[in-house]
């Protein structure tokens, strides 16, 4: 039996045409999931008693589980069972452009990536898309509010699961489901040259982000496995190309990394290799986790990094900071949970 968050408006129109039926009706089932937040089929009070069974007989409506909420100021995150034991994390954060949630996007990531801790708990399977909905709906029931802003940006690397994930954006945005508006939307890559261009040529108007994390391909090599792949000239060059194609700004993720990349010399280079592009450089500061050895840049060498891409005419913003009680790291909570 299938989930039926994981059906796109038009799957679910499909699904009653293939029954001989209106496919009117997947707007109302849409409606009901989405803007009432039923909890059962029989709640559809405008639907007929047959349908309702049929849909009780075809799909499920089984949530996650929540396992774990950590709170401080302005975040809370959010560890979720899945129903064959995997474990996932979600993390809504308060800005004061309203309240960010960043998802994940498979369970474990095989990308590499030395400094990040969900990497290092290897892939063990994409999410499917009612997984990727419902964390969304779990968090918002759990403490009353509304998303403004979503983030791909969890655990897992989502164009290494590209279908799933542009069904699922497709239920966010759609203006009968969850309506999230797509500029309120971001997928972040750790540079798959392939998919970045399968995504330039998809008409989604959300935004890309590209964890970069170095300037040059020495250091990138050293800190992420998929620069062996795709070079910094490669994605660098498929986002010029993206631009071209679509018109639309990127950012580029850089976690600052002591004594690793984050010298004036860094950002400097850094400031050439994007003087062409346009898009802006979000500063990350490190959240440091007790299985890596990687150290949080001092906020001094924040500041001068920050200072050299301003004075290079670099756009940059540095990334808010938040509570140091939850555990803050990409995969932390689930990594503390999996070994006690």
Same mark, same amino acid.
């Given at each position: 039996?299938?989930?039926?968050?994981?059906?796109?408006?038009?799957?679910?129109?499909?699904?009653?045409?293939?029954?001989?039926?209106?496919?009117?009706?997947?707007?109302?089932?849409?409606?009901?999931?989405?803007?009432?937040?039923?909890?059962?089929?029989?709640?559809?009070?405008?639907?007929?008693?047959?349908?309702?069974?049929?849909?009780?007989?075809?799909?499920?409506?089984?949530?996650?589980?929540?396992?774990?909420?950590?709170?401080?100021?302005?975040?809370?995150?959010?560890?979720?069972?899945?129903?064959?034991?995997?474990?996932?994390?979600?993390?809504?954060?308060?800005?004061?452009?309203?309240?960010?949630?960043?998802?994940?996007?498979?369970?474990?990531?095989?990308?590499?990536?030395?400094?990040? #801790?969900?990497?290092? !708990? /290897?892939?063990?399977?994409?999410?499917?898309? $009612?997984?990727?909905?419902?964390?969304? &709906? *779990?968090?918002?029931?759990?403490?009353?509010?509304?998303?403004?802003?979503?983030?791909?940006?969890?655990?897992?690397?989502?164009?290494?699961?590209?279908?799933?994930?542009?069904?699922?954006?497709?239920?966010?945005?759609?203006?009968?489901?969850?309506?999230?508006?797509?500029?309120?939307?971001?997928?972040?890559?750790?540079?798959?040259?392939?998919?970045?261009?399968?995504?330039?040529?998809?008409?989604?108007?959300?935004?890309?982000?590209?964890?970069?994390?170095?300037?040059?391909?020495?250091?990138?090599?050293?800190?992420?496995?998929?620069?062996?792949?795709?070079?910094?000239?490669?994605?660098?060059?498929?986002?010029?190309?993206?631009?071209?194609?679509?018109?639309?700004?990127?950012?580029? #993720?850089?976690?600052? !990394? /002591?004594?690793?990349?984050?010298?004036?010399? $860094?950002?400097?280079?850094?400031?050439? &290799? *994007?003087?062409?592009?346009?898009?802006?450089?979000?500063?990350?500061?490190?959240?440091?986790?007790?299985?890596?050895?990687?150290?949080?840049?001092?906020?001094?060498?924040?500041?001068?990094?920050?200072?050299?891409?301003?004075?290079?005419?670099?756009?940059?913003?540095?990334?808010?900071?938040?509570?140091?009680?939850?555990?803050?790291?990409?995969?932390?909570?689930?990594?503390?949970?999996?070994?006690?």
């Amino acid at each position: 039996m299938k989930n039926i968050y994981g059906f796109t408006l038009p799957k679910l129109e499909n699904y009653f045409l293939e029954k001989g039926d209106k496919k009117f009706k997947a707007t109302q089932v849409f409606e009901w999931l989405y803007k009432h937040r039923i909890h059962s089929f029989e709640e559809m009070r405008n639907v007929s008693k047959n349908t309702i069974a049929e849909l009780k007989e075809d799909f499920t409506l089984t949530p996650l589980t929540l396992l774990q909420q950590q709170i401080d100021t302005d975040v809370c995150k959010f560890l979720f069972g899945l129903e064959d034991g995997n474990k996932i994390e979600a993390v809504l954060m308060k800005h004061d452009y309203g309240n960010s949630l960043c998802v994940s996007s498979q369970v474990g990531c095989n990308m590499g990536c030395t400094f990040c #801790e969900s990497g290092r !708990l /290897k892939k063990v399977r994409n999410l499917e898309v $009612h997984e990727m909905v419902e964390q969304i &709906l *779990l968090v918002e029931q759990e403490l009353d509010l509304k998303i403004s802003h979503l983030v791909l940006m969890g655990i897992g690397e989502p164009f290494d699961n590209y279908d799933n994930v542009m069904e699922f954006i497709s239920i966010l945005n759609e203006p009968k489901g969850i309506d999230l508006g797509a500029r309120h939307i971001t997928v972040s890559t750790c540079g798959i040259v392939p998919k970045i261009l399968e995504f330039m040529k998809s008409g989604k108007q959300v935004n890309l982000a590209i964890s970069l994390h170095a300037p040059n391909n020495e250091i990138r090599n050293k800190i992420m496995k998929i620069n062996q792949v795709y070079k910094i000239e490669d994605v660098i060059e498929a986002v010029k190309k993206y631009f071209e194609e679509t018109n639309r700004r990127v950012t580029f #993720e850089y976690i600052l !990394l /002591k004594g690793i990349n984050d010298k004036k010399e $860094h950002a400097i280079e850094l400031a050439n &290799l *994007l003087k062409d592009i346009n898009c802006y450089v979000n500063l990350i500061p490190y959240n440091e986790t007790s299985h890596i050895e990687y150290k949080k840049s001092s906020k001094e060498t924040i500041m001068e990094f920050y200072d050299t891409l301003k004075k290079n005419h670099t756009n940059v913003t540095i990334r808010k900071e938040f509570g140091s009680k939850v555990s803050a790291a990409c995969g932390q909570l689930r990594a503390n949970y999996e070994e006690g």
